[in-house]
């Protein structure tokens, strides 16, 4: 989904992946978008393997998005919303 320029809306958008078979998630988008453009997208990650940290949001649907907290790869919370 990408932000409109002009509003704050957002629009669906087909994505595509090339290799399945690979673990590497690399994800295409459908039309060519502006470098920067917001992009919220979701796959199965394998999180455990990286130092990575996932972040909770709640509200997308209405249009009012709240970070709800952070945590790392062994669902430890690093950071409240609070």
């Not at 990408?2 to 459908?30: G, M």
């Not at 470098?35 to 996932?54: K, L, Y």
Request: charged share 20%; net charge negative.
């Amino acid at each position: 989904m990408f932000p409109n320029e002009t509003s704050l809306s957002c629009q669906e958008v087909p994505i595509f992946n090339d290799d399945d078979t690979s673990i590497d998630y690399h994800l295409r988008l459908k039309n060519k978008w502006p470098i920067g453009s917001a992009v919220v997208a979701a796959f199965r990650s394998q999180i455990f393997v990286t130092r990575s940290e996932v972040v909770l949001i709640e509200g997308l649907q209405t249009g009012n998005p709240r970070v709800i907290g952070t945590w790392d790869a062994q669902g430890r919370l690093v950071r409240d919303a609070t």
